[in-house]
């Protein structure tokens, strides 16, 4: 059951649309199934003789009177509007139920508190099966204000008591993190214009995408205007540094034709130009120049801080626990930026699901997690596929999301762990798609049986406690030719297997030879190491080393058509 808590100025114009068709001719049979005092209000839904003026009037009496008392001035925003639907699926409830929604809301709203002859007066309107319009006029008889303070958050709270009792789908209780969700004119818009989604979430993804791959806070600004997003900057009236700023979407204006706005932190709670400033580096950091050694680092890079998140997430610091899931958040992002193929719709969808959680009560470290962070950035620059390692990347990606969904329904951040486990199930399906072919190449292309008996008995000697288990997933056959191939890299295959099963326990791995063999494939080269160690030392490098672009995707056309 969800309430939706809004304030305005125009009573008669509420009263209109309440008993009107509606927007798309969805209002039926608005009728009032509870009021202030039922037999006072005038209900145009059921009686003809009543008009949408004798109904403003009467719900305006007390504002009547504190005008009055103010030489002519209305209160401000003194109409309050919440309507409550139930969820899809839930049983249909009657006019009786609704009514005792309506005067639970409000008296836990501190609207009408039950017993309070003096309360505001209050309709609850129907005009469909799955929900009501509580409508209040926000003067109370005595003259004074209602206490409303955190009013939407008393009713989220009193509608999960009443779903309980109702028996009705338990959802998500909130804690202020969540995003503004679209208005209902915001969505009519967009149906007219055919668009899918709204400006408003358009935006955000776009704000999303931008601060994940950008080095620095100018850099978010200019990308952000190359994708055509007009940016409005509010300075400080005395510093005339950057306090604030806008955004609007091409082509989105108003009745006017002026474009329509949408604060920072409008669109979502980190996206307010100081939390963006903890998220990213300083200037002096963000201008010092980045190499690429090898294409395959960015990668590998990722793949390795991924692994470290997964452990801080297992630590007693919340804080920094909180800063790796807001780095990881960015990592999706680029992760399916970088990526091309049938699974990367998957990523974007993980991308978008997991941004409900990465935010929570807690303040965020970003410190803590600055080799994701940067890993990341580099990865959002990331010229190629590398084959296995990204199928090992999506695979660390698929464990960190699963114990993301853990840590907050530990804390009970129920709507982050939801929006977690539903990541997973997108990264989860995205990795099958990716690794299916893969995992049947190696299988393919795997060793002779002398080869495979020695491995085995590799096995049996670094990961004892584990070794059946290993022996007897259906990947074992493709870990066999990533041993060999680890192998011809110059690695020892019995110190390597050794090295990665201590990377984690592998007890709670349902195929441990599937996270050994990814495990594995994101090690370094040694052979490779090697000899561009020695070209350094020799004085002449191995391979051209060019800075890593630290300008914006702007700069790089060809760029941004491929990862935007």
Known sequence: MVPDVSTGSDTRGLIVYLFGPGRRDEHTDAHIVAAWDMAGAPDPGRDPAATYTQLAKRLDHHVDLRTRELGGKKPPQHVWHCPVRTAPGDRYLTDAEWAEVARRIVHSTGIAPEGDEKACRWIAVRHADDHI????????????????????????????????????????????????????????????????VTARHWL????????????????YFTVLQSLGIKVKARLGPETGDVIGYSLAAPGDTNAAGEPVWYGGSKLAPDLSVNRLRERLPDQEEADQPRYAADPADPWRHTTTAVHAAHTALGSDDDAAAQGHLAAFGDALYNIASATTGPHRAELQAAAMAFNRARRCATRADHQAAT????????????????????????????????????????????????AAEQAFRHLQAGYQQAATPVLADLTRRAPRAATARRFEQDVRAALPNHADRILADPTWTALTTTLAQAETADHNPRRLLTEVGAQRELDSAEHPAEVLNWRITAQPNRRTQAARSRSTISGTPSMSTTPHPSATPAARPEERSRHR
């Open 371 to 418: 080799a994701l962070s940067k890993a990341a950035k580099e990865l959002a620059y990331a010229s190629n596929e590398p084959g296995g390692l990204t199928i090992a990347l999506l695979f660390a990606t698929v464990h960190l999301a699963r114990a993301a969904a853990k840590w907050h329904e530990q804390r009970g951040h129920e709507q982050q762990a939801a």
């Open 133 to 196: 319009h509580i409508m209040a006029i926000t003067v109370r008889a005595d003259g004074r204000r209602p206490r409303t303070h955190h009013d939407g958050q008393r009713a989220q709270a009193e509608c999960r008591k009443i779903e309980a009792e109702f028996g009705l789908r338990r959802l998500k209780s909130g804690d202020l993190t969540a995003p503004r969700s679209p208005t209902g004119a915001e969505r009519a818009k967009a149906e007219r214009q055919g668009q899918t």
């Open 204 to 219: 955000r993804e776009q704000a999303y995408a931008v601060a994940a791959a950008v080095h620095n806070e100018a850099d």
